[in-house]
């Protein structure tokens, strides 16, 4: 794998954070965020930029649709290793999108190996909150790696 795919990646990631966080505060669709992706709007705010690479927009796609389809599921596993008396609504929004996306390629890209997914994320939430979360979304998505991928080494 080379440093262009590891970019492209980086940039779906991030698009896919941005994109599940806008369609929860704003109602948008999923063909919305698709479309918004493609034109280049997504992802925002960052140096990197969209590279018309395919595998950037497969990427990008399924994580956004499974985490939509399988919201209800992702965030069950999430919600059972949170804090005694936490709840996932008592959550930034930012948060949940990051911990959903995260749990979707946890499920979806096996090929991808659960530490490197996990650290890719906590890198995306470096890049949205200064505090405790990247912890927080590390040790989230660490607990649910185990729920999510029980037969892999080192979940």
Known sequence: MNARTNLSRSIARLATVQ????MEVSGA??????ADFVAGKLPRQTEASY????????LFKL??????DRQATYDRTIAKHLS?????ERL?????????AGAAELEQRT?????????EYVEVAKAFFEGPEPGFINAAL???????RPTEQGA
């Open 19 to 22: 994109a599940l966080y806008q």
């Open 29 to 34: 669709t999923t063909a919305d965020v698709i």
């Open 51 to 58: 590279t018309d690479s395919e595998g950037e927009l497969e």
């Open 63 to 68: 994580l956004v649709e499974k985490a939509v």
């Open 84 to 88: 005694k008396g936490w709840r996932l």
């Open 92 to 100: 930034d929004a930012v948060a949940r999108a990051i911990l959903r």
């Open 111 to 119: 090929d991808i190996p659960v530490a490197v997914v996990i650290d």
């Open 142 to 148: 660490d607990a649910a790696a185990r729920d999510l």
